[in-house]
């Protein structure tokens, strides 16, 4: 959805476009009771949410749905349930013995909205097992990622103090870790 939303930013002008991410912002995930990712709200300049759309669409379904809020002709309807906590397993892959091994995690969503890919790199990310090798180092932040078909391109901020990185074996845990989610290969940008 962010190159539709790009693509509707430059068309409407008057359209403020604003992305955020359902497991950082937890918060206004919560407050505006978003159930699945993507969900693109329109809100009005009093933080009124006019509607809302779940799930990808393309951006000229995007543009029939402006002009229909804009003409009145479709509005919000449905009153969405507050989201809850839930406890979610994943399973991750890390090193052990030089060889890469699964390890079941738990994640406590504290939005309920499910991201399992998303999710599961996360958790990989910052696993810190004891008596396993984590490729990745302390602090690295997951800064976007994008899923082509089989591909993952993964944005990784890496502190700055690292100096050695293994980004072969930090790879193979990637595309092992979401190989159960269709990827087969993975690109990797390190900042």
């Excluded at 409407?12 to 604003?18: G, N, S």
């Excluded at 206004?28 to 669409?57: A, C, Q, S």
């Amino acid at each position: 959805m962010g190159t539709v939303l790009r693509e509707l930013a430059l068309s409407h002008p008057q359209i403020k476009v604003e992305t955020k991410y359902i497991d950082v912002m937890i918060e206004e995930t919560n407050l505006f009771r978003i159930k699945e990712n993507p969900t693109t709200l329109f809100i009005n300049d009093k933080g009124h949410e006019l509607y809302r759309v779940e799930g990808f669409k393309e951006t000229n379904e995007m543009t029939q749905i402006i002009d229909r809020i804009n003409s009145g002709e479709i509005f919000l309807q449905t009153q969405y349930e507050e989201n809850s906590t839930t406890i979610e397993k994943y399973e991750i892959f890390l090193y052990q013995n030089q060889e890469l091994v699964p390890c079941e995690v738990s994640y406590e969503n504290k939005s309920s909205v499910k991201a399992p890919r998303i999710t599961a790199i996360q958790q990989l990310i910052k696993a810190n097992l004891e008596g396993f090798y984590n490729p990745f180092p302390p602090g690295t932040r997951l800064e976007l990622i994008e899923f082509h078909g089989s591909l993952a391109r993964v944005f990784l901020k890496i502190p700055e103090q690292v100096k050695d990185l293994n980004e072969s074996l930090m790879k193979e845990a990637l595309r092992k870790t979401l190989q159960k989610f269709g990827v087969s290969d993975v690109e990797l940008e390190l900042k």
